[in-house]
């Protein structure tokens, strides 16, 4: 009589257990992007570029700019300096910017652009893993103009959670540095 509770439960146990547990199949994020459209940059400036209509220019002193990405809290901030023989310094502090997410990154991939016909010669580097950055690029004509820029989020640098918005915007990106070209 003792044992018929133990009975009961273990026959419970096996009578139970007929399916197999399958994993879950892997989520992702529905994410929709506005289409986009590009226009020519409208504030003056020594050099110009297409930019997305739907971003927003923030117009800052010395050249410099600031394109909002108002819906994916982010931005991607453009320095300009004139070149007056110091292009190896402007190149070697580009590079300094760049490496100095090495402590939180995965990975540093580069990319160089030559388009001799522009005069437009350039790197850009995308950076994988928890950095402040996830896209940083540098473009010159070797004589007379220097462009950096960065790409930033107002947010907690969480890789995975903005690598749709990090692609997106590095299509934006790609487009300013192939439509770039220089006033003087």
Not at 80 to 93: A, D, G, I, Q, S
Request: proline letters at 6%; one cysteine or more; a positive charge.
């Amino acid at each position: 009589m003792r044992n018929i509770p133990l009975i009961i439960i273990c026959i419970i146990c096996f009578i139970s257990c007929k399916n197999d547990t399958l994993p879950k199949p892997k989520a992702y994020l529905s994410l929709t992007y506005p289409a986009k459209s590009y226009k020519s940059l409208t504030v003056q400036r020594p050099y110009t570029f297409n930019v997305l209509k739907s971003t927003t220019i923030k117009d800052e002193s010395k050249n410099w700019l600031k394109i909002k990405y108002p819906n994916l809290k982010g931005s991607i901030d453009i320095t300009y300096r004139p070149v007056e023989n110091n292009l190896k310094e402007l190149l070697t502090e580009a590079e300094k910017l760049v490496f100095k997410h090495t402590l939180k990154a995965e990975q540093i991939i580069p990319k160089d652009f030559v388009n001799p016909k522009k005069r437009v010669f350039g790197s850009l580097y995308e950076i994988t893993g928890d950095a402040a950055s996830h896209i940083q690029f540098h473009i010159t004509d070797s004589t007379h103009n220097f462009i950096k820029g960065s790409l930033y989020f107002y947010a907690k640098p969480n890789y995975d959670s903005i690598l749709p918005a990090v692609a997106y915007i590095k299509e934006d990106i790609l487009q300013l540095i192939e439509t770039l070209e220089w006033k003087n």
